[in-house]
């Protein structure tokens, strides 16, 4: 079961930090990932941090301002999130691979958190 914390609103150009926390015993053989969706669009792919956080990618909008980091020992997943945008507001869902690999398609993710609200203001 994933749980997601953090979000919230923020101005823009303002910071926030996104956590998913994993209570079953795989996290640390899972890649992880981040995906969005905001009003009216489909889903979308944020980036994604291997198994062991030894590489990670972004979607083109995230580059630079997002970042992705993991706690193995704590079963947990960040999104740190600089410079944000009204274009930013959304939820985002933090996912589970099937594997250790970071992967954009969604179908490869098999366990997904609860959704976070991220509003910016402009």
């Known amino acids: 079961l994933l749980v997601q914390t953090g979000g919230g609103l923020v101005q823009t150009g303002g910071s926030l930090r996104l956590s998913c926390t994993d209570s079953g015993g795989s996290f640390r053989v899972l890649a992880m990932a981040w995906f969005r969706q905001a009003p009216g669009k489909e889903r979308e792919f944020v980036g994604a941090i291997k198994w062991d956080g030894s590489s990670d990618f972004y979607a083109d909008f995230a580059k630079g301002r997002f970042t992705i980091s993991r706690d193995n020992a704590k079963s947990t997943v960040l999104l740190r999130m600089n410079s944000l945008k009204p274009e930013d507001t959304a939820v985002y869902y933090c996912?589970?691979?099937?594997?250790?690999?970071?992967?954009?398609?969604?179908?490869?993710?098999?366990?997904w958190g609860q959704g976070t609200q991220v509003t910016v203001s402009s």
């Open positions: 996912a589970q691979s099937r594997d250790g690999l970071g992967r954009i398609e969604e179908r490869y993710y098999t366990s």
